[in-house]
């Protein structure tokens, strides 16, 4: 089955002269390859974290941790369950915070774990994207207003706040261009975000987080885009394979009527930045490709101690209130996420074929009654969550480039 098209131009993506294969022809993968002896335990992680509990989350986790164990050779363990084999390869539910923590976890480097380590908790949320709105302004302990700076116009306008008093000031601000979008900073998916036009509902929003939450986590106050478009930008090594995306992300309804993340159609290149960039991209994927790859640079240069085998950064465009075009990164996930079922899926195509270079893949996350699945879809989970209810999570992979046989 062919994957829903992209966006127009979308797919200009090979370098001139590249043959192109159906791209209904599906990626093969290979059958798990035996162990070696000690060859190491791939297992979930959510201890001390906080985690993601449902049934749907927990199931995809644990599929997540048997594909990469197969790209890995390794074999499998429920979390901590058994004495494990050899290394350890963790799949974590969250970023870690602190290289000391995931050191004692055995994480020393990028093949050791699926995911982030960063230095402090607020460098994981997507309070980092924004500068706070005065030098006197409150913050947590480490932050970086370099790297407010080095991004730039990279983000959306907007500030970070972890005071309350601070965010007034911020929305004053903003609120004079147009409607401001309130985030929570822990929140995926589209979630705990509200958009105020006016400072009445802005002071409704906030009065609706407590103190404490705002203290320990802040809160993001940014000019509000229509007409949205977001992008995924990401990376993944794993087995000794680099691949490197960019992707559409689609919205679906959940079954409470509202709009939720419904899935990501990815083009996977083999290799890193560099290489997806020397592909013919649309311009306003080249644009966000650049811009995620500044705000990747920013966090490593700014928080020491950061470092990432899974990364991926949400790119926005669309209109703001003056009708201007605009491009911007949203936040980053350095952890397993919604596109991960299509990172594994390249991941998987790439290991079959090492004269592979591009990949299709698309993650489905469907609400409610699911037609009849394709024949070759890899689903994560498919049954009644006890979270969201009704729900099927599946992957799909096509080939976009082609070689001799």
Known sequence: MPLPPYPSDA??????????????????????APLAPNAGTAMAYTQGLRGYASDHEQMTRMEVVRRLARLKGYAVSEEFAQQPLGPVYLVPSDTLVGTDRAQALGIRGRDDFFGGVVPYPFVSTKAITHPLVSADASAPAG???????????????????????????????LLRDGPVRVKLVRETGGNGQTVARDRAAFEACLAG?????????????EQNLRQVQTLSVGQVHVAGI????????????????AEVYGGSDLTVVRGDFQALLALALPREVRIAVEQALLYDSAAQACFPGFFASRINYDVAQGVMADDSWRSGVLEQSWRAGGATGAEIAALEAF????????????????YGDCAPLPPDAVVYFRGIDDTVGPLTKYTLTASDDHHPT
């Open 209 to 221: 987080i407590g103190d404490e939450m705002l203290a320990q986590d802040g809160v993001v106050i």
């Open 143 to 173: 932050w970086n207003p370099a790297f407010s700076r080095m991004v730039g116009d990279a983000v959306l306008p907007g500030f970070t706040a972890f005071a309350r008093a601070d965010a007034q000031a911020a929305a004053e601000r």
């Open 242 to 257: 680099v691949a490197t995306y960019f992707g559409y992300q689609r919205l679906t309804t959940n079954h409470k009527g």
């Open 351 to 366: 290991h079959a074929d090492p004269r592979r270079h591009v990949v299709r893949a698309s993650g489905h996350e469907v």
């Open 11 to 32: 797919l200009n993506v090979l370098p001139a002269g590249t043959p192109m294969a159906p791209l209904a022809a599906m990626a093969a993968v290979t059958p798990p």
